[in-house]
């Protein structure tokens, strides 16, 4: 049975006096295990909160090493972690802070392979990941293991946060991400944080509102956010609550299920094969500019993408593209990139079937695997 050693009951103090927490609530967080994937923007304020409530056994799963570009958000780590193992320095700051939970690092890629695995050890998982194909992983693995899912996601000044796959009172399951996106949108249609930016106290907000559900899971107490998607903007502190309904068609949990184990979701999230375009490697465009080939080089990232690092071309941001396609000649060679080069096949791909473009070509790589060209 769990209790609360004399150091426990003064360092919680203040939560054991709120009646809805109380010793029962503090020794349901003391007893949970809780996973957490990612401790990165949103991670950090997770983590620290979850380990401060005194939540007793949190896995934290990150593959990723610190680099200089985190600590602009990622408040669990300070300039002295750089290059350190992110589950590793994160399971530190944690048990430095409370040293009557356990931490454990798992530094490792959170997969199709052992997903399940992980996910079947601990009684809730919080997602804190910053791509739609772990977020459809962890999704389908808690659903398959019967395991609630906080998820939360973030994108430049708005965030999101919901309770997936919860245990609901008749025994029945709450809805989860596939009843609120069914698919997930095309590559590059949204930039990452790296492309698109993000402010850099949004992800304290949001990561401190996915504790809070968390917490008031484990405990017991509230009403949290089952069947309900909380958006936050916070460029004009403005917010909102959706509905989220179970979905027929949800391949897990739909009238008739297809889903019963874990796919390939780079794949999945990939969708159908796009039409190639005609590539233009880095170092066959170094030597055009040597030999001073004529051409028109186009940029499709965003304005403050090109503001930080440029190669000297028009900036066409790729919404706005198809718009512009007037300003293209169509007697020259026309060289299109972004950063990895997917937003500029997209590009190009547009340019093609829409206004019959055939002078086009995708920078491979981008300005990323330009800038690696040997100097």
Same mark, same amino acid.
């Given at each position: 049975?769990?209790?609360?050693?004399?150091?426990?009951?003064?360092?919680?103090?203040?939560?054991?006096?709120?009646?809805?927490?109380?010793?029962?609530?503090?020794?349901?967080?003391?007893?949970?295990?809780?996973?957490?994937?990612?401790?990165?923007?949103? &991670?950090?304020?997770?983590?620290?909160?979850?380990?401060?409530? &005194?939540?007793?056994?949190?896995? +934290?799963?990150?593959?990723?090493?610190?680099?200089?570009?985190?600590?602009?958000?990622?408040?669990?780590?300070?300039?002295?972690?750089?290059?350190? /193992?992110?589950?590793?320095?994160?399971?530190?700051?944690?048990?430095?802070?409370?040293?009557?939970?356990?931490?454990? /690092?798992?530094?490792?890629?959170?997969? !199709?392979?052992?997903?399940?695995?992980?996910?079947?050890?601990?009684?809730?998982?919080? =997602?804190?990941?910053?791509?739609?194909?772990?977020?459809?992983?962890?999704? =389908?693995?808690?659903?398959?293991?019967?395991?609630?899912? +906080?998820?939360?996601?973030?994108?430049?000044?708005?965030?999101?946060? !919901?309770?997936?796959?919860?245990?609901?009172?008749?025994?029945?399951? &709450? $809805?989860?991400?596939?009843?609120?996106? @069914?698919? $997930?949108?095309?590559?590059?249609?949204? @930039?990452?944080?790296?492309?698109?930016?993000?402010?850099?106290?949004?992800?304290?907000?949001?990561?401190?509102?996915?504790?809070?559900?968390?917490?008031?899971?484990?405990?017991?107490?509230?009403? $949290?956010?089952?069947?309900?998607?909380?958006l936050f903007n916070a460029a004009d502190f403005t917010s909102r609550t959706l509905r989220v309904r179970p979905r027929p068609d949800n391949p897990l949990t739909g009238t008739s299920p297809t889903l019963t184990e874990l796919i390939d979701y780079a794949a999945f999230c990939a969708g159908p094969p796009e039409r $190639?375009?005609?590539?233009?490697?880095?170092?066959?465009?170094?030597?055009?500019?040597?030999?001073?080939?004529?051409?028109?080089?186009?940029?499709?990232?965003? /304005?403050?993408?090109?503001?930080?690092?440029?190669? &000297?071309?028009?900036?066409? @941001?790729?919404?706005?593209?198809?718009?512009?396609?007037?300003?293209?000649?169509?007697?020259? =060679?026309?060289?299109?990139?972004c950063k990895g080069g997917i937003r500029s096949a997209r590009a190009i791909r547009d340019l093609e079937t829409v206004h019959g473009f055939t002078n086009l070509y995708n920078l491979t790589g981008g300005i990323v695997a330009y800038r690696a060209l040997p100097a």
């Amino acid at each position: 049975m769990t209790t609360l050693n004399a150091a426990e009951l003064e360092r919680y103090s203040r939560h054991l006096i709120l009646p809805e927490v109380g010793l029962e609530g503090q020794t349901k967080l003391k007893a949970a295990r809780v996973l957490v994937i990612g401790s990165g923007g949103l &991670g950090s304020p997770l983590l620290l909160y979850l380990a401060a409530a &005194g939540v007793g056994h949190i896995g +934290v799963v990150d593959f990723d090493r610190i680099e200089d570009t985190n600590l602009q958000r990622q408040v669990l780590f300070d300039s002295r972690d750089i290059g350190r /193992p992110k589950a590793e320095a994160a399971a530190a700051r944690l048990r430095a802070l409370n040293p009557h939970i356990h931490v454990e /690092p798992l530094c490792e890629r959170f997969t !199709s392979a052992n997903a399940r695995a992980l996910v079947r050890s601990y009684d809730l998982v919080a =997602d804190g990941t910053d791509n739609f194909a772990t977020r459809y992983l962890v999704n =389908d693995a808690c659903v398959l293991e019967g395991k609630p899912n +906080v998820y939360a996601s973030i994108y430049r000044f708005e965030g999101q946060v !919901s309770v997936f796959n919860a245990l609901l009172p008749d025994g029945t399951r &709450g $809805p989860n991400y596939r009843d609120l996106f @069914p698919s $997930p949108p095309p590559p590059g249609l949204v @930039p990452s944080c790296a492309e698109g930016g993000v402010l850099g106290v949004l992800p304290g907000i949001v990561g401190s509102l996915q504790a809070l559900e968390v917490i008031k899971i484990l405990a017991g107490i509230g009403e $949290p956010l089952i069947g309900r998607l909380y958006l936050f903007n916070a460029a004009d502190f403005t917010s909102r609550t959706l509905r989220v309904r179970p979905r027929p068609d949800n391949p897990l949990t739909g009238t008739s299920p297809t889903l019963t184990e874990l796919i390939d979701y780079a794949a999945f999230c990939a969708g159908p094969p796009e039409r $190639p375009v005609r590539e233009l490697s880095p170092a066959e465009y170094l030597r055009w500019q040597k030999e001073g080939r004529p051409h028109v080089l186009i940029d499709v990232r965003e /304005p403050q993408e090109f503001a930080t690092d440029h190669l &000297g071309g028009t900036l066409i @941001p790729l919404a706005t593209v198809l718009e512009k396609a007037h300003t293209l000649p169509r007697d020259a =060679d026309v060289v299109v990139h972004c950063k990895g080069g997917i937003r500029s096949a997209r590009a190009i791909r547009d340019l093609e079937t829409v206004h019959g473009f055939t002078n086009l070509y995708n920078l491979t790589g981008g300005i990323v695997a330009y800038r690696a060209l040997p100097a």
